[in-house]
């Protein structure tokens, strides 16, 4: 690819970036305002999209506009980055992966009520996609942050060893912390992914930017 070609990818990757940070950010304020009764400090993200809440629709929605953004910019940065180092290169694609599985996944099988309440579909939301989804971002992360110590780019190995922290925090709190305050512990996972992909869109723009001035 050309310069001026890699340069229009790195812009639209910035723009998705930052616009699915937006979209995810909006789906949970939004969502919370039209489900009467959302306790932000106790229920999940996942709770704004069940079948049967009252923000279903309106959560829904934005939601997927942000899984089309995240993705989006996740496909984009594959391209960017698929001459650089291998490591790095295979973070991204396993992180673009985790994308599409949450976006696709999701979609599918969102919980069929607020919670937990043992079904088919809320099983595999909870068991088989969030698992799923959890192991990506963990493997995809470890994976960038070694190619970004490895290749001299410690601003992305350091943001991505934070995100892997937050991330696990959220995980393990989820289950540890009490019930008051599990709705906040548990947005540290879904939130961290979300800026990290905003963030991967800004650092691969500006990168692209220095490695591929604009001509005089």
């Known amino acids: 690819m050309d310069d ?82 291998k490591s790095i290169c295979t973070g991204i694609i396993l992180f673009t992966a985790m994308q599409f599985v949450s976006a696709i996944g999701y979609s599918l099988f969102p919980l069929s009520s607020s919670g937990y309440d043992g079904s088919i579909q809320s099983f595999i939301h909870v068991y088989v996609i969030t698992i799923a989804v959890v192991l990506l971002s963990i493997t995809s992360l470890i994976v960038i942050a070694v190619g970004g110590f490895k290749d001299g780019r410690k601003v992305l190995g350091t943001v991505s060893i934070i995100a892997l922290l937050c991330m696990m925090f959220g995980a393990m709190g989820s289950s540890m912390l009490p019930e008051d305050v599990f709705g906040i512990v548990e947005r540290f996972s879904t939130y961290s992914a979300v800026i990290f992909t905003g963030f991967l869109g800004i650092y691969g723009y500006i990168k692209t930017t220095k490695q591929c001035p604009v001509s005089s």
């Open 4 to 85: 001026s070609t890699i340069r229009a990818i790195s812009i639209i990757a910035m723009v998705s970036g930052v616009l699915c940070v937006i979209f995810y950010l909006l789906h949970d304020v939004i969502g919370a305002m039209n489900y009467p009764g959302y306790d932000v400090m106790r229920q999940a993200v996942s709770d704004l999209t069940a079948t049967d809440a009252p923000s279903f629709a309106i959560a829904s929605g934005i939601s997927s506009v942000y899984g089309i953004f995240a993705c989006l910019c996740c496909v984009l940065l594959c391209l960017m980055f698929m001459d650089k180092r």
